[in-house]
């Protein structure tokens, strides 16, 4: 089977679009109220992080040529290697129902609140789902126009703020220590993480040296964007008032206006709405094309339609609707279960990989 192929730049707007776009919404509520002003600090630590885990993965990548995430897992683990690749399965499939669930949330709180959320998750789903079953190429290139899309856009909001800006409000710096800034990193850096989807990714690459630069690039970029918007939120609403609300970013757009138009926030939506489907679909064809390389199928179009069902169904899960509960695993469990499969267990799995490379040659 021919396997399809991307280009660097390509996989740079998947991951960038998939940064800004799952964090929009994910990362400001969790991080203002506990950071405030100096949640830049949090958002480098955030990219760091995240930084850390590519270069894992790429010299992964590179030491298994041709193989994914699940497949060198076996490769490193052996049998063992099985129950780890299921992990990394679970983990994707966890990812992608939480984004779905932020997206139907968010759109029937604020865009049609009389709509039921299944009514976004079916058509987020097929349009998802199609882009799964023609491959990563047709996705990488969507990506592309909406990578554009959204740096245009986050021009036109950043320019239709700059007559409310109050500096002031980004003083004092540090004003209960560093330790919030250094413990609010776990937000974004959990959130950044979901690009070990590049673990998957990685074989469909053309130019494999390139990787990592364009991964570093894409963070960066990211990370930039998604910081100048938090503190835009600040320096127009004031740290307090950013932390009132749920979506301090969509907020900031309803107060702003570029020249005569007043509706900023329909750009906004636009972003979060094309972003989020560039994220879902990604995670729904990593899900997909693993489990067939777990099971040792020749396909993944089979379980497209297996995860779509269970991604349908997702907004209604239960206690999906219980808002402490949401709030606790948004802020507690998510990050601290993502952090540990991103960072420990790629870590471990890095680390036993060179052990077991240098052990091969040495007997050799």
């Avoid at 029937?108 to 987020?124: C, D, G, K, Q, Y």
């Avoid at 909001?157 to 209960?176: A, G, K, M, V």
Wanted: glycine share 6%; proline share 4%; aromatic share 14%.
């Amino acid at each position: 089977m021919k396997k399809s192929l991307i280009s660097s730049g390509e996989f740079f707007f998947i991951i960038f679009v998939s940064i800004t776009s799952l964090t929009f919404f994910s990362v400001p509520s969790q991080l203002i109220a506990k950071v405030k002003q100096d949640l830049w600090l949090s958002m480098i630590l955030g990219a760091l992080i995240d930084i850390y885990v590519a270069i894992l993965l790429y010299r992964l990548g590179r030491m298994y040529a041709g193989q994914s995430l699940i497949q060198y897992t076996r490769s490193i683990l052996g049998k063992t290697g099985k129950a780890v690749g299921l992990i990394f399965l679970l983990f994707f499939l966890g990812v992608m129902v939480t984004a779905m669930w932020i997206y139907c949330d968010f759109l029937s709180r604020t865009l049609m609140p009389e709509t039921p959320r299944l009514v976004f998750s079916i058509s987020m789903t097929i349009c998802a789902g199609l882009a799964a079953v023609k491959g990563i190429e047709a996705i990488a290139r969507l990506s592309q126009i909406i990578g554009v899309i959204i740096l245009l856009t986050s021009i036109v909001l950043f320019t239709s703020s700059i007559p409310y800006i109050q500096l002031h409000y980004l003083l004092p710096p540090f004003e209960h220590g560093i330790f919030p800034a250094l413990q609010g990193a776990i937000y974004p850096g959990s959130w950044f993480g979901i690009c070990i989807m590049m673990g998957m990714l990685m074989p469909h690459i053309k130019q494999q040296k390139s990787i990592l630069k364009m991964k570093v690039y894409a963070v960066v970029l990211g990370t930039s964007i998604m910081t100048i918007y938090l503190l835009y939120s600040i320096v127009v609403m004031g740290p307090m008032m950013a932390a009132h609300f749920e979506n301090p970013i969509y907020i900031l757009s309803r107060i702003t206006q570029f020249l005569i138009f007043e509706r900023i926030e329909v750009l906004l939506l636009l972003i979060f709405i094309s972003g989020s489907f560039i994220t879902i679909s990604t995670l729904y064809y990593a899900i997909t094309e693993g489990t067939a390389q777990w099971l040792g199928m020749k396909s993944h179009k089979p379980w497209v339609y297996v995860f779509g069902a269970i991604l349908i169904l997702s907004p209604m899960f239960p206690y999906s609707t219980e808002g402490h509960i949401v709030d606790r695993y948004l802020s507690y469990w998510f990050p601290l279960v993502s952090l540990i499969i991103e960072g420990g267990l790629m870590t471990f799995l890095f680390i036993w990989a060179v052990i077991k490379n240098r052990a091969s040659r040495s007997s050799s």
